[in-house]
């Protein structure tokens, strides 16, 4: 019987981006996770890029796993 590979996974690179929103955008943002103090403004960025590189086919599995993650996660 194999043996499986107990060791986890690396945790994913990150980097940073600089975006400049529009007001009226940033301040729906700021709105929007003030009323849910449960969501972190990082993650929900990483997956509304991610949900947007799905629909346009992006065919990498680390953008999916992204993707799914964040609708199916704990985080979001």
């Given at each position: 019987?194999?043996?499986?590979?107990?060791?986890?996974?690396?945790a994913?690179?990150?980097?940073?981006?600089?975006?400049?929103?529009?007001?009226?955008?940033?301040?729906?943002?700021?709105?929007?996770?003030?009323?849910r103090?449960?969501?972190?403004?990082?993650?929900?960025?990483?997956?509304?890029?991610?949900?947007?590189?799905?629909?346009?086919?992006?065919?990498?599995?680390?953008?999916?796993?992204?993707?799914?993650?964040?609708?199916?996660?704990?985080?979001?």
């Open positions: 019987m194999a043996s499986q590979d107990a060791t986890p996974s690396a994913p690179q990150l980097c940073g981006l600089d975006v400049r929103l529009p007001e009226a955008l940033a301040a729906a943002l700021e709105g929007y996770l003030a009323s103090p449960q969501l972190d403004a990082n993650r929900l960025l990483q997956t509304a890029l991610a949900q947007f590189l799905v629909q346009q086919g992006s065919a990498r599995p680390e953008v999916r796993e992204l993707y799914l993650d964040g609708l199916f996660g704990s985080s979001l």
